[in-house]
């Protein structure tokens, strides 16, 4: 029963062009989001996260929103660079102890 | 600083064999976790530990032990290996900063059950 999701293997962008992430969630109890950048061989590394008392956090070219009613969260990176291209996934948390992650989308940023 | 380690970085066990991966954080985090990478599943919890002294069972517990060493180190143990459980295994810390969190992962355990 996966109750985070990722429906997007796989995303192909243009260099300098916006990027978006899309992840959706069942658990109305998960009450706080991340999003994770993996490279191959690596270990993920955090990215980006926010409560789910807001609707938006951005930190540099990264933004995310939430929108709980419709249990979405997607990624903004903007503009888009080759160093991007990596693995990203989302994850929600439960009770401050809980990960749950999606599936992963592979983002390409092509030159 | 080191972060999360893991030890070791490979591994090949034949079916039945057993063997404990290592883990262990330098930043003081009272949580860790054991995750497993397998193709178009993402990471599921296999356990965690949300202080020195307890564990939980995440999504995919069965096959697999765990023990809370100490604050820094959690070991996952598989005690009798099986093909389903190639895969590659992360351990991960976190920490809540202010309102919210931060969780930090090891570079993983390629494992390869024959």
């Known amino acids: 029963d996966q109750q985070v999701k990722q429906n997007s293997p796989s995303l192909s962008v243009q260099e300098g062009r916006i990027s978006i992430l899309n992840c959706d969630y069942t658990n109305s109890m998960f009450d706080y989001f991340l999003w994770y950048k993996k490279y191959p061989a690596e270990g993920p590394t955090f990215l980006i996260s926010?409560?789910?008392?807001?609707d938006k956090n951005e930190d540099g070219r990264f933004t995310v929103f939430l929108n709980k009613s419709a249990k979405h969260l997607s990624l903004h990176i903007v503009p888009s660079q080759p160093g991007d291209s990596a693995v990203y996934f989302c994850?929600?948390?439960?009770?401050?102890?809980?990960?749950?992650f999606g599936t992963g989308t592979s983002l390409t940023v092509i030159p | 600083n080191a972060g999360v380690t893991q030890t070791p970085k490979f591994q090949v066990l034949k079916t039945g064999q057993s063997m404990t991966l290592q883990c262990a954080q330098d930043m003081n985090h009272n949580s860790m976790y054991w995750y497993r990478q397998d193709p178009g599943m993402g990471l599921r919890l296999i356990y965690y530990?949300?202080?020195?002294?307890?564990?939980d069972k995440g999504e995919v517990p069965n096959g697999y032990n765990v023990s809370r060493l100490n604050k820094r180190e959690f070991s996952l143990r598989l005690e009798s290996a099986a093909p389903s459980q190639t895969s590659v295994y992360f351990c991960?810390?976190?920490?809540?900063?202010?309102?919210?969190?931060?969780?930090?992962f090891g570079p993983g355990t390629r494992l390869t059950v024959t």
């Open positions: 994850a929600a948390l439960k009770y401050g102890n809980q990960f749950y």
């Open positions: 926010i409560s789910s008392i807001k």
């Open positions: 530990s949300a202080s020195e002294g307890t564990t």
């Open positions: 991960a810390s976190s920490v809540q900063q202010g309102a919210g969190y931060e969780q930090y």
